[in-house]
C-alpha cells in the first residue's frame, strides 16, 4: 500500500474509533511530562519573540486531559528564553516545566480557593537581590541585606499582584542572576517583565480551581523549536 493511502487508512481508522490524530490530542497528551499531578496550567506562545499567547488549564479525567478553561496571556516585553539559562534582568519568560508553591493577593482569595494563599500587606517584598539571602523570596519586613532597588514591594503593583501564584522557576534552590520573581498574576497594561499574566477574571477562576492536592503545575514554551511545550 502507497504512504499516503496508508495514512489516509490510518487517519480514517482513528476517526472510526474515536481517537484524536497525534497532531490532534489534547496538549498535554503530547508532551514529554506533565509533573506527575492530575491538573496542568500551559502557557504557551507562536515562538520566543513573541509577546502573546495562549494560557489553558487542564484536569486529568479517566486517564484523559480534559480543557477546564483558557484566556489570552500576555509573556515577557522580550519574549522567551530556555529557563536553565535564562539571565535575570531581561525581560524574557522562561521556559520549561514548574510547580506552583502558593497563591498570593492584595486583595482576599476568590471563593474556592484550596491553595496556600498569603495575603499582600504593606511591608511584604520580593528579593530580587542577588547578594542577598533571600534572594528569590517573600521577604515581610524587607531583609536588611536586601536593598529595595533589588526588590519587588509588592503593595504597589495594585493591578497585577490582586491576584497572583507564585511559578517554581528557580525557587527551590535559587541560581543567583538566574532570576527572580516569576509568577503568574492579572494583566498590567503591557507585556510583563518575564512574568505570565492572564486576565483579572481568568486568574480569579484559576485559583479557584487549582486544587494542591492534585499537584497543579504550569509548563511554558512555544508551538514548536527547542523551547517547544511539547518537550517539557
Known sequence: MRP??????L???SLLLGAAPPDRAP???????????????????????????????????DGRWVEAGSAAARFG???LTEGGSRTQ???????????LPYAFGIEEAPDGTTAPYRRVRQDSWWCQDNESRSYN??????AADCRATEAEHLVTYGTQ????????FNYAQPVRERGAGIFLHVNGQGPTAGCVSVPRDAMRRILAWADPGRGPHIAIGTTSGPTAITRY
Open 137 to 142: 523570596r517573600w521577604t515581610e519586613p524587607l
Open 4 to 9: 499516503a493511502v496508508a495514512a489516509a487508512v
Open 11 to 13: 487517519a480514517a481508522t
Open 77 to 79: 516585553a522580550k519574549g
Open 89 to 99: 534582568g531581561t525581560n524574557t519568560t522562561p521556559t520549561g516545566l514548574y510547580d
Open 27 to 61: 496538549l498535554p497528551e503530547r508532551m514529554a511530562d506533565t509533573g506527575g499531578g492530575t491538573q496542568l496550567i500551559t502557557a504557551e506562545a507562536s515562538d520566543t519573540s513573541s509577546t502573546t499567547g495562549t494560557v489553558t488549564w487542564w484536569d486529568r479525567r
Open 161 to 168: 499582584y490582586a491576584y497572583a501564584y507564585v511559578i517554581g
